[in-house]
């Protein structure tokens, strides 16, 4: 047992020590000094620590953009950016981002509804050479009778503008909500781009404050960091005795990829330092290399890490420091078992000479030795075979592809988990079919459980590697590509994936309440019927994350297979865009694609399927279906072998022309006087949507600006928005045809009943066209 124990120990000990050193480094790295400037140049600004490329007064600093101001006329010394007024008050080097306090946008009025002098500020920012960073700040605005708007710029492209804004309204403070800002007294934008450079932020209100003067006389917005800010019941008394809030700033060294930047006679990461990505920008940062620390921007590069000043990681051995690690010498009499244990030599030569003290013994353990030696041998031939085997597969599943692939795009891909094949078998217990959670035409999807109990999706192409197909090869690939710039809280994230394996896999974050497809028609799920608020959330939510495919990704992105079966629903019922084997990319220089055409009947874009021309606005079709079935509870298409095709949409669009036909059609169970003015809204922006020529069609930002707006305005207590039909209400979300125009305005567009038959005969040529477009 002492035997046991021991070997147990030494079997230990290396692990452990290896941990501790790991911790010492860390904690050296950690804990040193503070980054330094350069020789001769001030470090300091009060509390600010100013690191180089940042730098205080002439030839201090890297660029321009870098140049630091201290102001020692207060107390402390406060520093600012260039020689402007913005407030900064912290430099990540490690992270690439800037704190600086940013105004709070304010609009106040006095009891008679006129506007206060010098109490409506207008926040402004302007910080060339930076951008505001989309993952760390939100956009947030309080009041009860509040609209405010952000306009901003996009870094390095002035003609280009973002806009965007929300709307709060409320009649008592009792009924604001403090656990959200859902409109009711605080509203919030839920994600910005990336990218943007200068912003503005402006306030108005609709009757000047008079109706809630007595508990509400101003309304604010900031655009500043996330965490902090937390809306309560104390944030009306907080705005009124506070004018600045932290905002976050990206930064990166110029506009090139560290491929490039390499090449470059001015690269900026010094000696023992390696370049790196930053996820939200198209630069790249520095960093030291493991074993050093410092400042990897500094003329004087990286300094080694002294393993050995603090502690002797050597157990028997003397430690010796070298650049970037340590090495071990052992004492005399001793011998190494790995880099930081030395034993005794003399002990193992005895062991050894006593296992040859007779003849028999020392026969049987020959024998022995040659059996391991053996057994040895053929579990590295077999293992050889197997490595082999995988990199065979490794090519045929597309793995030199994706490298092309990867090596050709242009911006940075957030680091995947690779999976092993043995891994993924253990997760779904060997592909078991009780493990099966949904089928579609490029694979099928499991649910895997890995060992640190994390629940995952696992999707199997259903092509194998002995039969490859390039066609199938290159769909997965490009969901790999695909989902690999993409960064929404509304889109599936892709966890990792495994090519060694036979087939491709895929490992996605697992969504456990099914998809939209099963909870309007009753397929799988016993949940109850969604209402129309709920219904509302989904088609706003989706919409907004194709509008980020569109516009806020580095390359354009056209999911083309948008319908309910590829929209999941998480627990919170949230939506989750998904599959993304048939999407394609749109470089900049161009606004269409030809393709094969590929998608799902009923859902596909007639232009496309008569032109093969791929255009964003073919999302914006198959998304006006996915409203229509919102609306109207039915498939987008039924089968029926004795009646044929019945296309319900075709019917549901001819409704449209006569308001009191409307009804007939709309899902009973979401349907009531409360709603039925948004519900007509939302059916006007469906007929907009499936209109027959895509440049009629509006934008997915238009559709997911459009649909937030009537989500907030639905979500006031008096529940009425007749009255919001106004031109407050196109000033936010843009102008739009109004009730009293819709059956002018169908009649305009297609000529009365022409819209139903094309819309129907669109439909019957994707019955007709599918089986041969696209191979399916």
């Known amino acids: 047992m002492v035997a046991l124990s021991y070997a147990l120990l030494l079997q230990l ?24 400037a350069l020789d001769g140049c001030r470090d300091r600004c009060g509390n600010l620590t100013i690191p180089y490329p940042f730098g205080i007064g ?3 600093y890297l660029e321009e953009r870098f140049n630091v101001t201290c102001d020692d006329s207060t107390t402390p010394p406060k520093a600012y950016l260039g ?15 800037l704190q600086v306090l940013q105004y709070v946008a304010k609009d106040c009025y006095d009891q008679h509804g006129s506007q206060r002098f010098g109490d409506s500020i207008v926040a402004s920012l302007e910080v060339s050479g930076f951008t505001i960073s989309d993952t760390k700040n939100k956009f947030t605005a309080i009041g009860c009778d509040t609209y405010a708007i952000v306009r901003g710029n996009y870094y390095n492209q002035t003609d280009e503008m973002y806009t965007t804004g929300c709307m709060s309204l409320c009649n008592r403070f009792e009924d604001i909500d403090f656990d959200s800002c859902s409109g009711i007294g605080c509203c919030q934008i839920s994600s910005l781009p990336s990218g943007l450079e200068n912003i503005s932020v402006s306030l108005d209100s609709y009757s000047n404050h008079s109706k809630v003067w007595s508990f509400n006389p101003c309304s604010y917005a900031i655009l500043a960091e996330e965490s902090q800010f937390k809306f309560s019941n104390a944030s009306f008394q907080e705005f009124q005795n506070r004018a600045e809030f932290p905002l ?21 990461c010094t000696g023992n330092s390696t370049c790196t990505y930053k996820n939200t920008s198209s630069g790249y940062l520095c960093q030291c290399l493991d074993g050093f620390e410092g400042n990897p921007y500094h003329p004087q590069g ?15 051995g003397i430690c010796n420091n070298i650049a970037g690690g340590f090495n071990c010498s052992c ?22 000479r006593a296992l040859f003290l007779f003849n028999p013994l020392g026969v049987s353990t020959v024998l022995v030795a040659l059996l391991a030696m053996s057994l040895m041998l053929c579990w590295g031939i077999r293992k050889r075979k197997l490595i082999k085997l995988k990199e065979k597969f490794f090519e045929q599943n597309g793995g030199l592809m994706l490298q092309q692939r990867l090596s050709s795009e242009k911006g940075p891909f957030e680091t995947t988990k690779i999976f092993t094949a043995e891994e993924l078998e253990k997760a779904t217990n060997n592909y078991h079919e009780s493990r099966i959670i949904g089928e579609g035409g490029y694979g099928t999807v499991y649910k895997g ?18 039969i490859v197909q390039t066609e199938q090869t290159e769909q997965f690939i490009n969901e790999v590509i695909v989902l690999m710039q993409i960064n929404h809280r509304n889109v599936v994230r892709l966890l990792g994936c495994c090519l060694e394996a036979e087939v491709p896999l895929l490992v996605y974050e697992f969504i456990p309440n099914g998809t939209l497809f099963q909870h309007l028609h009753n397929k799988g799920t016993e949940a109850p019927s969604l209402s129309w608020e709920l219904r509302l959330k989904i088609a706003a939510e989706n919409a907004g994350a194709l509008s980020y495919l569109h516009y806020e990704t580095n390359t354009p992105i056209v999911h083309r297979d948008v319908k309910t079966m590829n929209i999941l629903l998480d627990e919170n019922y949230t939506t989750k865009v998904s599959d993304f084997g048939t999407s394609r990319l749109i470089p900049q220089d161009q606004d269409q694609l030809s393709t094969l055409v590929q998608g799902t009947v009923g859902y596909l874009d007639p232009e496309y399927l008569q032109s093969s021309q791929l255009t964003e606005k073919s999302d914006v079709y198959s998304f006006g279906v996915v409203l229509g079935e919102l609306l109207t509870g039915k498939k987008a298409f039924i089968f029926d072998k004795s009646k044929g095709v019945s296309h319900v949409l075709s019917m549901f669009l001819l409704s449209l022309k006569e308001d009191d036909q409307l009804h007939k059609f709309i899902n009973d169970e979401i349907l009531n006087d409360r709603n039925m003015e948004v519900i007509k809204e939302v059916a006007n922006l469906t007929k907009r949507c499936l209109r027959i020529r895509g440049d009629e069609r509006p934008t997915m930002k238009e559709v997911a600006m459009e649909l937030e707006g009537l989500r907030a305005m639905s979500k006031h207590p008096w529940g009425n928005v007749d009255h919001l039909h106004t031109e407050e209400t196109e000033y936010l979300l843009g102008a739009r045809p109004s009730i009293s125009t819709f059956n002018s305005s169908f009649d305009l567009e297609c000529g009365s009943n022409s819209t139903t038959t094309a819309v129907y005969e669109s439909m019957q040529n994707q019955l007709i066209l599918m089986p041969y477009g696209n191979g399916r």
């Open 83 to 97: 020689t402007g007024t913005l407030n900064l008050t912290e430099i990540s080097l490690f992270d690439g981002e």
């Open 331 to 352: 004492q005399k009499g001793y011998v190494p078992t790995n880099k930081t244990i030395c034993e005794k030599a003399s002990s193992r030569d005895g062991t050894s």
């Open 248 to 268: 976050v700033l990206d930064w990166t060294m110029g506009n090139f990829s560290c491929d490039e930047a390499r090449k470059l006679k001015d690269y900026a």
């Open 13 to 36: 000990l290396p692990i452990v020590l290896q941990l501790t050193i790991l911790l010492m480094t860390f904690s050296c790295t950690t804990s040193g000094a503070a980054p330094p």
């Open 449 to 466: 459980i890995l060992p640190n109990n994390k629940v995952v999706a696992i999707k199997k192409s259903k092509f194998g590697a002995q």
């Open 302 to 316: 990286c300094r080694d890490i002294d393993e050995c000043k603090y502690s002797n990681p050597c157990i028997n």
């Open 58 to 60: 002439d030839s201090c």
